[in-house]
């Protein structure tokens, strides 16, 4: 039996982050893969889904070029194919990338199904069915989350599916209804919408983006109406059944759609399949996620865990930043884990970028705040850019400290990290703006029309 310094059973963002971190540390670490490096973000999540919204935007600008002076090409179909070809040549890259950079690094990376013999000795069940026993002083679980029905609407299998098995689809459908207008069913409007798809969402919520700020889910209403996204607010998918090669569907207010295709968007669950995390004595939440504390630590002193499979919020750099915490504690250097700092990106047109609270998280926990508001339209650069939609807001509290930061806009997941450094550094809205210069034109000046506003 091989034994390790530490084992780490996942190659997602948080398994191979966290094996590299140990690695600088000089520890002897493998990680356990049931499939290739990379977890859902690199293979049916953030790398496919921007791969594809990359052409969807692309092709949407296109349709403007009289706008900008340029000669319409005659030629306006989207292929599909060479769409789908170029998703999957970029997940390949990336993943060759990542066995590369394990191998430099010295971090041993074996494939198959991990399951634990008990708090310390894994058995690793290869495809050809032979086993492998490994130990390791601290292990740490990283296996994340994946899709898990809804209360109301269950799979039917190649017609009401997982939003993303979207992403593998071989031709376009005429028409899709998203059930749930979060972060993935927007985004996943905004990559078919301008193809020509017809997209319905239904959100039993009052608005889109229903935990962003409130300024954000209005301005993204609105795109989304403009991109010819038909949404069903504070409604339910009552019942479906499938009709002459399609899918008819009720929504609540008997209201009725036929689509080709459903994508489920809403509901994940932390995946601990064939992993006997009984065997481990590891505790879990009740709705079924690893339970750990600020250190990423479980019940089980040498057992960490980290990223999805933790819980909320659910982000492949959360997942990292965790992984990172988790290592440092495992070999000694205690830390807590801070994710009021983490930003956030949605890719949808336009994008979205938010860091800290939102305004509502203020009224609900009582705490006293004023709001800045920038708009798009007052920067320079987003007039050259022909990309004018959107707004900068930060919120500060009784002590004019920066609490909150949203943007909406073009490059919006980009420029939030300017407000990310403010908010982790602590510093006033006042501050912020007698230390930094914006370069011009900048699309990120709308923060610092954002911080005119806010400081008057």
Same mark, same amino acid.
């Given at each position: 039996?091989?034994?390790?310094?530490?084992?780490?059973?996942? #190659?997602? =963002?948080?398994? *191979?982050?966290?094996?590299? *971190?140990?690695?600088?540390?000089?520890?002897? %670490?493998?990680?356990?893969?049931? *499939?290739?490096? #990379? #977890?859902?973000?690199?293979?049916?999540?953030?790398?496919?889904?921007? %791969?594809?919204?990359?052409?969807?935007?692309?092709?949407?600008?296109?349709?403007?070029?009289?706008?900008? #002076?340029?000669?319409?090409?005659?030629?306006?179909?989207?292929?599909?194919?060479?769409?789908?070809?170029?998703?999957?040549?970029?997940?390949?890259?990336?993943?060759?990338?990542?066995?590369?950079?394990?191998?430099?690094?010295?971090?041993? !990376?074996?494939?198959?199904?991990?399951?634990?013999?008990?708090?310390?000795?894994?058995?690793?069940?290869?495809?050809?069915?032979?086993?492998?026993?490994?130990?390791?002083?601290?292990?740490?679980?990283?296996?994340?989350?994946?899709?898990?029905?809804?209360?109301? !609407?269950?799979?039917?299998?190649?017609?009401?599916?997982?939003?993303?098995?979207?992403?593998?689809?071989?031709?376009?459908?005429?028409?899709?209804?998203?059930?749930?207008?979060?972060?993935?069913?927007?985004?996943?409007?905004?990559?078919? /919408?301008?193809?020509?798809?017809?997209?319905?969402?239904?959100?039993?919520?009052?608005?889109?983006?229903?935990?962003?700020?409130?300024?954000?889910?209005? %301005?993204?209403?609105?795109?989304?109406?403009?991109?010819?996204?038909?949404?069903?607010?504070?409604?339910?998918?009552?019942?479906?059944?499938?009709?002459?090669?399609?899918?008819?569907?009720?929504?609540?207010?008997?209201?009725?759609?036929?689509?080709?295709?459903?994508? !489920?968007?809403?509901?994940?669950? /932390?995946?601990?399949?064939?992993?006997?995390?009984?065997?481990?004595?590891?505790?879990?939440? =009740?709705?079924?996620?690893?339970?750990?504390?600020?250190?990423?630590?479980?019940?089980?002193?040498?057992?960490?865990?980290?990223?999805?499979?933790?819980? +909320?919020?659910?982000?492949?750099?959360?997942?990292?930043?965790?992984?990172?915490? /988790?290592?440092?504690?495992?070999?000694?250097?205690?830390?807590?884990?801070?994710?009021?700092?983490? +930003?956030?990106?949605?890719?949808?047109?336009?994008? !979205?970028?938010?860091?800290?609270?939102?305004?509502?998280?203020?009224?609900?926990?009582?705490?006293? *705040?004023?709001?800045?508001?920038?708009?798009?339209?007052?920067?320079?650069?987003?007039?050259?850019?022909?990309?004018? /939609?959107?707004?900068?807001?930060?919120?500060?509290?009784?002590?004019?400290?920066?609490?909150?930061?949203?943007?909406?806009?073009?490059?919006?997941?980009?420029?939030?990290?300017?407000?990310?450094?403010?908010?982790?550094?602590?510093?006033?809205?006042?501050?912020?703006?007698?230390?930094?210069?914006?370069?011009?034109?900048?699309?990120?000046?709308?923060?610092?029309? %954002?911080?005119?506003?806010?400081?008057?």
């Amino acid at each position: 039996m091989t034994h390790y310094d530490g084992v780490f059973i996942g #190659g997602g =963002p948080g398994g *191979y982050e966290a094996a590299l *971190y140990a690695q600088r540390l000089g520890k002897k %670490t493998l990680i356990l893969e049931k *499939y290739q490096l #990379g #977890g859902t973000c690199l293979h049916s999540g953030c790398i496919p889904t921007k %791969t594809l919204l990359a052409s969807s935007k692309r092709f949407l600008r296109s349709q403007h070029r009289d706008k900008y #002076g340029l000669p319409r090409v005659g030629h306006q179909e989207v292929d599909w194919t060479v769409i789908s070809e170029r998703r999957v040549k970029v997940i390949e890259d990336n993943t060759r990338g990542l066995e590369k950079l394990m191998e430099a690094k010295g971090v041993d !990376v074996d494939y198959g199904i991990a399951s634990f013999l008990d708090e310390k000795n894994i058995r690793v069940t290869h495809d050809d069915g032979k086993t492998t026993d490994v130990s390791g002083d601290k292990i740490f679980i990283a296996t994340g989350s994946k899709s898990a029905p809804v209360s109301g !609407v269950q799979w039917l299998d190649g017609w009401v599916i997982p939003g993303e098995h979207c992403l593998s689809w071989h031709t376009l459908p005429k028409s899709i209804l998203i059930v749930g207008g979060g972060v993935m069913g927007c985004e996943f409007a905004c990559m078919f /919408a301008p193809f020509g798809v017809k997209v319905h969402i239904v959100e039993m919520l009052d608005d889109v983006l229903p935990m962003e700020d409130i300024d954000v889910s209005k %301005t993204l209403r609105r795109e989304l109406k403009k991109l010819g996204v038909s949404l069903y607010l504070g409604k339910k998918v009552e019942n479906y059944k499938q009709q002459n090669g399609q899918i008819s569907l009720n929504i609540e207010g008997n209201k009725q759609i036929i689509v080709d295709k459903v994508l !489920v968007c809403t509901g994940r669950k /932390a995946i601990l399949d064939n992993l006997e995390i009984e065997n481990s004595g590891v505790k879990l939440e =009740p709705h079924g996620s690893i339970k750990v504390d600020i250190h990423q630590r479980t019940n089980v002193n040498n057992i960490y865990s980290c990223g999805d499979v933790t819980g +909320p919020p659910l982000l492949a750099h959360a997942a990292s930043y965790e992984g990172k915490v /988790a290592v440092q504690n495992a070999f000694g250097n205690a830390v807590d884990r801070d994710l009021r700092a983490i +930003p956030a990106g949605i890719f949808t047109i336009p994008e !979205v970028g938010r860091v800290g609270m939102t305004e509502q998280q203020c009224i609900a926990k009582g705490i006293e *705040y004023r709001t800045g508001l920038g708009h798009m339209r007052q920067v320079g650069r987003s007039h050259a850019e022909g990309d004018t /939609a959107g707004f900068a807001k930060i919120i500060v509290d009784s002590k004019d400290k920066i609490i909150g930061g949203h943007i909406v806009g073009k490059q919006a997941g980009e420029i939030i990290h300017v407000l990310a450094l403010a908010l982790s550094l602590g510093i006033t809205a006042v501050e912020f703006e007698e230390r930094i210069i914006f370069s011009h034109p900048t699309l990120s000046e709308v923060i610092w029309e %954002t911080l005119k506003e806010l400081n008057v």
